[in-house]
């Protein structure tokens, strides 16, 4: 591992994908917070610059006036150089309510916001303790595990899936394709393309191309089936809602299903690797916890501000605008980096210690305002159900090797995490 000091504001490029995958992303956002709050990152042949934030302040007041900051023209950081209105409409701009604006964007939530109040979250607790705990039987007698691929990708595959109505032979295809749609610049998850050609640019675009579309194809084929026979689940729900009085189009369904499938499962995944991870690298916090388990729901806060499973999300200004002194044009992109302002110290004292009786927390890990994250609930949730259940069987869980982290400006990914416990007789 580099250390601070060898880190310095000219090295810093906040699209190299491998800053991320090192774990150096930390050492680069704590620079630009002290020396370059609002950084202009240049374009390059293929994408336009942005401007980034890292400062807590900052981010409030983007994500609070989407009246400015649209989220139309796509939320990450990378817009083509040749970004025409049939790529943007196949990147999903304007499509999904996590790409909407105002009016439009709080209509359309309502139509799923009923099955993620806190009253419908807890329903589901029970089936998620009983998935917990039917995954933890399945590696008790080990004593080892890739604490990734065994647990924390299946739990919110699940709860996303069930909540979907996607039959338990098909989860797996899920997992694959979202890691493909949400991980496309991982060589890991580059399987339709050569081994010779992958970790390219272009192996990223082909992956992702193939992971959305094969997405697509199945939730087109789902739709169908739900046409022909409603059933208890969302996609249903959505077959027979109505927007200003008009019924959703297959489009606008599909642009939900995908959504919701990467929305609710690769982040909440991360957020427990990242969880597990963090208190075996801070066994006093894990002893602390262990002694006390009514410390658990501060716990989970300062995992997600820790962890930051979503790195950011971005906005284009509709307007010329400032942030603090600096003039926003027309037309630019601003990218709201999480793990940064998670740990601004003008907000949260010794921001780099890992406390998990943090109070107050107020971490920004799930946005805030218009697109506030719908499923905060059952992510909470998904984490404290299963640290209660793991630690009340496997207490002494620590990590047998480091980390494999994913290669993406996007989503703080953990693809595998060995792990080994005393095995349960
Ligand atoms: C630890 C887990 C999670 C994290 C860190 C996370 C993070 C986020 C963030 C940062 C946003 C804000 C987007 C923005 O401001 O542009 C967001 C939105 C969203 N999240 Fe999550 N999320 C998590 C889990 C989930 C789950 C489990 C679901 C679904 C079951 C979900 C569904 C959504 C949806 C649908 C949106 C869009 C909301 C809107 O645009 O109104 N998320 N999430």
């Known amino acids: 591992m580099m250390t601070e000091t060898t880190l310095s504001l000219a090295d810093i490029n906040l699209n190299d994908e491998e800053l991320f995958e090192r774990g150096l992303a930390h050492e680069a956002f704590k620079i630009l917070r002290r020396e370059d709050p609002i950084s202009w990152t240049p374009a390059t042949e293929e994408v336009k610059g942005h401007w980034n934030l890292v400062k807590y302040e900052d981010v409030m007041h983007v994500s609070r006036r989407p009246e400015i900051f649209s989220s139309e023209r796509g939320i990450v950081q990378y817009e083509p150089v040749s970004m025409d209105e049939a790529s943007a409409a196949s990147a999903g701009n304007g499509k999904m309510i996590i790409t909407m604006d105002p009016p439009r964007h709080v209509k359309m939530r309502r139509l799923v916001n009923k099955g993620f109040t806190p009253r419908a979250v807890a329903l589901w607790e029970p089936k998620i303790r009983a998935a917990t705990n039917m995954l933890l039987d399945r590696i008790a007698k080990k004593g080892e595990s890739d604490f990734v691929l065994d647990i924390a990708c ?107 499938i990467l929305a609710g499962n690769e982040t909440t995944r991360n957020g427990m690797s990242g969880g597990l991870l963090s208190l075996c690298e801070h066994p006093d916090q894990k002893k602390k916890l ?26 284009v200004a509709l307007q010329d605008t400032k942030i603090r002194h600096q003039e926003i044009k027309q037309g630019e992109r601003v990218v709201m980096w999480y793990p940064a302002v998670n740990r601004d110290e003008e907000v949260f004292p010794n921001a780099d210690v890992f406390d998990i009786t943090r109070s107050p927390n107020e971490h920004l890990a799930f946005g805030i305002g218009e697109h506030f994250c719908l499923g905060a609930g059952f992510a909470r949730l998904e984490l404290k159900v299963l640290f209660e259940e793991m630690f009340r069987r496997f207490p002494d869980i620590e990590l047998a090797g480091p980390p494999e982290r994913l290669r993406s400006t996007f989503i703080g990914g953990i693809k595998h995490l060995p792990v080994k416990f005393t095995p349960e007789r």
């Not at 339709?192 to 970790?199: I, L, M, T, Y």
């Not at 084929?221 to 959505?238: P, V």
């Not at 009085?245 to 995908?258: A, K, M, N, P, S």
Request: proline share 5%; aromatic share 8%.
């Open 154 to 260: 299946n739990i919110p595959l699940a709860v996303i899936c069930q909540m979907l109505g996607l039959p338990e032979k098909d989860w797996a295809l899920m997992f694959e394709l979202t890691n493909k749609v949400l991980g496309p610049g991982d060589p890991e998850y580059q399987t339709d393309v050569p081994e010779e050609q992958r970790g390219t640019q272009e192996a990223a675009r082909i992956t992702g191309n193939i992971g959305t579309m094969q997405m697509f194809g199945y939730f087109a084929q789902a739709l169908q089936e739900r046409k022909t026979a409603r059933r208890e689940d969302i996609i249903s729900l959505l077959v027979d809602s109505e927007l200003e009085g008009e019924q959703l189009t297959d489009e606008d369904i599909l642009w939900f299903c995908f959504l919701l």
């Open 290 to 315: 262990l002694n006390d388990m009514s410390l658990l729901p501060g716990a989970i806060e300062e995992i997600l501000r820790w962890n930051s499973p979503v790195t950011h999300m971005a906005r």
